[in-house]
């Protein structure tokens, strides 16, 4: 029951950050791209590479890890957000925000295990 009640604690923190994240990107960065779950994702990818480099306690993990990043990052938004760039024809947005968030991911994520690791 303990598990539960951080995983959820964990989520609404993550999902809260998100939303005022997100907003505020949108609000200050005019992109073509949906630069405020690009943002999110970038963060979410470095933090999540960070938090398994640092091999946390399961109360830890749990919290941040399965709870907080569960809500914070948002893989089903990505995906409708593509849809929505295929379905407009704007092939050359949907290009870069399938890169960028991919590759630029990947880095980030290995630059925060290599923060965490580097930190023992």
Aim: glycine residues 10%.
């Amino acid at each position: 029951m303990l598990h539960l009640l951080q995983v959820s604690i964990g989520g609404f923190l993550g999902a809260t950050a998100r939303f005022f994240i997100s907003n505020m990107a949108k609000k200050n960065i005019s992109s073509s791209l949906p630069i405020g779950t690009l943002c999110i994702n970038w963060i979410g990818s470095f933090l999540l590479g960070f938090i398994t480099g640092r091999n946390f306690t399961i109360t830890w993990a749990l919290l941040f890890g399965t709870g907080f990043m569960g809500a914070f990052t948002t893989f089903s938004t990505l995906n409708l957000e593509l849809i929505q760039l295929l379905k407009s024809k704007k092939w050359t947005s949907f290009g870069l925000y399938l890169t960028l968030t991919y590759l630029v991911g990947l880095i980030l994520a290995y630059l925060g295990l290599i923060a965490a690791i580097e930190r023992d």
